[in-house]
């Protein structure tokens, strides 16, 4: 197992991260979350531009193959940016049509995946409803070992994260049937799972960085609350939690790399443990900034509002931690 | 830098698995916190040492293979999977030893580690004082410069299984004018037996005897027993401190054992447990794993000469492991319900008490090798940069 990252996925990290940081995301996610999904797509062109579709996507289809590792870095940084959108589902929806063996269906979307020109939902196994239906080119649905393509869908329903609109799927037409279905959709709730779990991880990073500058210059009692012992502990707890998820989702990235067995088990241990911490840091952020972290109009609510529909998405805890068990 | 698994190390861990297989005793030996388990733990020490396994990091000249950071850690895997015992040279080889490679002299290598790794003399650590504990540079035994060496004098306390063991490595003031606490403080190393030493026992909390308080009454120790230079051992004392939290106490290999058998542990009565349950085993697994990759990651990047290496986040780690340690042990006791209560040496004890005696064992994580309120603000204040507050 390599344990350390190369050069290149260094810099390809860091490149997104920069870019991310100059592309105004506060003002994308308000924007996604008034049902204007126009900067969202704008951004979402970037980040196709800068290769991050393609990680799921094979190289005869244009992509650059499925690259677990690069995909759960990118994904950290999709989630230190607080970036919307149906992200996961869209490279999930890839790695599922990419398993499927079906060459037109493939051939359809996944170019278009990887040149974020095609904006896809994903619904399989978790719950009723489509991320983003309403934004999306089209939603994928997977029904036992069917799967349909629909364009419609019922209203829109918000969530705690306003950004994190949803929507049930409505009839649609049967695209493949049979056990390819099923193990194709095995495969992407994996992938879902690690692209969930390293946007939790980066979601946590962010918030830890924001709290530790806020209470290294918030003064209260004539001294900056990162002086008081129980502020310092709750964000070293913070700092614990999230240094011991990111080796979790690394090895988890191998593992589905190198289509080991217990892949399954690893990509579930890593959405357990980065969903917790990602929720654990806003927990931490929201009290350490007091009733200001309360407040819609800080940016820092819009990272606030994501961790916890992300440690649920794509597997709860308790499922996620039942399939640690089951080896 | 890469750091997979080689040919070689695959072969390595196979052979320890093989020789571990053939060795480690059928029937647990007894605590090594009291004196038969001491002298019984002793005898395991040299078995190990006879075959090369008792400090394989270190050079062969010194009684190891050379073996690489890795290579330990596959080794420490292997010893804990296989069920071995614990070491009861630990004190020695993994605080005293790799002081010793770093600050000491040839002469005291030559002199101290054979009989270390044998097992035949075995190390206390002497840094804690009644009055010195978290805020250890306030400690106030005395070194007094006298011909040829020095005259200790004053009190020490908790020093681990310092009740049966030979010598003892400590801190003592040895300039009393110093303007910081943190100054004129030397590491010494000492006799148990010598005149003018005391050893009085302390039972600990799980009831086992090893625990010990010494009175030193102007022992003398010669020159050659300083580590580093005189006045500086407050520094010397900290790179131990870092590995005492770090790696080498506390390696994976002993959680992920546990993890392990913890999961056998649910699995044989899963409906029984309940899934609350079922979700902490879920979490020590994850905690143990975490751990484990963790280190490996710390591994790779200390073999790839990175000097960022360990300093303050061993304090990660210690926090980690003591808190993952209770978590594992609690699970375990509550899995086993009436059965999980039961003492080591009860004859009903499901699988010798390891468990109970674990438990026990385990809530001294936090106290230990420097308390998580004090790792906290080392984490605070040197890895997230929080300024300093009132200790
Ligand atoms: C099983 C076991 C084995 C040990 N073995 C050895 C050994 O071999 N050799 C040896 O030298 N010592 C040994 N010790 C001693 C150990 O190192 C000390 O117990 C430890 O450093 C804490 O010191 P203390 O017990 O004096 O507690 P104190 O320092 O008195 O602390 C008491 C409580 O106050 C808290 N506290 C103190 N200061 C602060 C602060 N600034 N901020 C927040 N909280 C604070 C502590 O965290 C703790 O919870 C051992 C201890 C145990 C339990």
Known sequence: MRFLLTDEQRDFARALDGMLGASGTPAVVRAWAAGEHKPGRALWARLAEAGVFGLAVPERHGGAGLLPVELALSFTELGRHAVPGPLVETVAAAAFLERLGSDSLAGEWLPRIAAGEAVLSLCAGAGPYALDADAADAVLVVRGDTVCRTDTHGPVQTTLDPARRVARPLGGTVVARGPAVTAAAAHAIEVARLATAAQSLGLGRALLAATVSYVKQRTQFRVPIGSFQAVKHRLADTLIALEFAQPLVHAAALAVAAGAPSAGREVAAAKVAAGEAGHGAARTALQLHGALGYTEELDLSLWIRKARPLRDAWGSPADCRARVLTG | ?391
């Open chain 2, 1 to 391: 830098m890469d750091l997979e698994f080689t040919a070689a190390d695959e072969e390595f861990r196979a052979e320890a698995r093989a020789w571990l297989a053939g060795h480690v005793p059928a029937t647990p030996l007894p605590s090594l916190e009291t004196a038969e388990g001491f002298a019984a733990h002793r005898e395991w020490e040299h078995w190990l040492a006879a075959d090369r396994w008792s400090v394989v990091s270190w050079p062969e000249e010194y009684g190891g293979r050379g073996a690489s950071l890795l290579q330990w850690l596959v080794f420490e895997e292997e010893y804990y999977a296989a069920g071995a015992p614990g070491r009861v040279s630990q004190n020695g080889i993994r605080l005293l030893a790799p002081t010793l490679f770093e600050h000491g002299t040839e002469e005291q290598r030559a002199r101290v580690l054979g009989p270390m790794a044998r097992g035949e003399v075995i190390w206390a650590q002497a840094w804690s004082e009644p009055e010195s504990g978290s805020d250890l540079a306030s400690l106030r035994s005395a070194a007094v410069r006298t011909d040829g060496g020095w005259l200790l004098s004053g009190q020490k306390t908790w020093s681990s299984r310092a009740a049966f063991a030979d010598r003892a490595f400590g801190l003592f003031r040895s300039d009393p004018d110093a303007t910081r606490p943190h100054q004129g403080l030397t590491y010494l190393m000492f006799p148990l037996d010598a005149p003018g030493v005391t050893v009085r026992p302390i039972g600990r909390l799980d009831g086992k005897p090893a625990f010990a308080e010494l009175f030193l009454d102007e022992v003398f120790v010669p020159d050659a027993e300083v580590i580093g230079e005189p006045g500086q051992g407050w520094r010397i004392a900290m790179s131990t401190a870092g590995k005492e939290r770090g790696l080498t106490l506390r390696s994976p290999g002993r959680f992920t054992a546990a993890a392990e058998r913890l999961t056998a542990l649910w699995r044989e009565a899963p409906e029984g447990a309940g899934p609350a349950l079922g979700d902490r085993v879920a979490d020590a697994w994850i905690g143990a794993r975490a751990y484990q990759l963790f280190t490996y990651a710390h591994a790779s990047r200390i073999v790839a000469g990175d000097a960022g290496g360990l300093g303050a986040e061993s304090s990660l780690n210690k926090v980690f492991w003591s808190e993952l340690d209770i978590a594992l042990h609690e699970t375990a006791l509550d899995l086993l319900g009436p059965y999980g209560m039961l003492a080591d040496d009860a004859d009903e004890a499901p699988a010798h008490g390891s468990w109970a005696e674990g438990y026990t064992f385990s809530l001294a994580g936090p106290i230990y090798a420097g308390t998580n309120e004090i790792q906290r603000d080392i984490i605070a204040e040197r890895l997230l940069g929080l300024p300093k507050g009132r200790r």
